[in-house]
């Protein structure tokens, strides 16, 4: 085979195995989606949007979920002082697995005005996969503790889901079961990269450089290779 000819299979060859690379990455979506809550307050019912975004992290065998909130929602007719409201949620699980995920968080850190639209802190709770395949995490119900009172906030446009994660169920577990799992989310399997569609794409990029660099010092050596028996000729 001429030297040419040997160059372009090289190159060939890495092409294919950075495409092999790229079909391979795990499937992860995340969306900000809008939320339509109806609110059951002490002094009635209120309603409000926020854009829900929910973000998955590996932990040990199952996944740190964070919820977020963009916008506040509810309101109170009296100041909130600093650590007077409690938040809580859940999150829908939906697709090859079923059930919901619990997620709390801290109470508010600062004090809230009266009929100022209540911002709502980072929940974040674990899930752990009963079963394999691509599941769906939507927002559901959330809930607001507050001067002895409770508030239920219950999403009335059936948003979509806010993230799409492609699991693997832990070993021994079978079935579509519901996970449900409540706290502050502690990662005891330490902090692993965020699931998110933009670390996918660092990570391809990282494997698709070391394709390549791998077929540039193919094609050195192949050329270092031919000048050497040109020079014993």
């Given amino acids: 085979m001429s030297y ?3 160059t372009a299979a ?29 609110c059951q307050t002490p ?15 590996k932990s040990g065998s199952g996944y ?10 509810s309101s109170s007719p ?11 949620a859940t999150i829908k699980v939906g697709g090859a697995d079923s059930g919901t995920v619990s997620v709390s968080g801290p109470a508010n850190a600062a004090a809230i005005p ?16 009963k079963a394999s395949g691509k599941v769906t995490f939507t927002a559901a119900v959330l809930t607001i503790k507050a001067l002895g009172t409770t508030t239920t906030c219950t999403p009335t446009n059936s948003p979509g ?6 699991v693997t169920a832990a070993s021994g577990s079978s079935g579509s079961t519901g996970s449900s799992s409540s706290g502050t989310g502690t990662d005891s399997g330490g902090t692993l990269p965020k699931t998110g569609p933009d670390d996918s794409v660092i990570a391809l990029g990282t494997l698709g450089g ?10 050195l050596w192949l050329t270092r290779r031919n000048q050497t028996a040109r020079a014993r000729r």
């Fill in 4 to 6: 040419q000819k040997r």
């Fill in 10 to 38: 090289l190159a060939s060859v890495a092409a294919l195995a950075g495409s092999a690379v790229f079909m391979a990455a795990p499937a992860a979506r995340a969306d900000v989606v809008d939320v339509n809550y109806k």
């Fill in 43 to 57: 002094i009635g019912v209120k309603t409000a949007v926020s854009p829900i975004d929910i973000k998955g992290v």
């Fill in 64 to 73: 740190k979920l964070t919820m977020s909130w963009q916008k506040g929602v």
């Fill in 78 to 88: 009296v100041e909130l002082g600093k650590g007077a409201m409690s938040p809580s």
């Fill in 114 to 129: 009266a009929n100022t639209p209540i911002k709502i802190n980072d929940l974040t709770g674990t899930y752990t996969p």
């Fill in 161 to 166: 889901p806010s993230l799409t994660l492609d």
């Fill in 210 to 219: 070391t394709v390549l660099l791998a077929g540039a010092a193919g094609t």
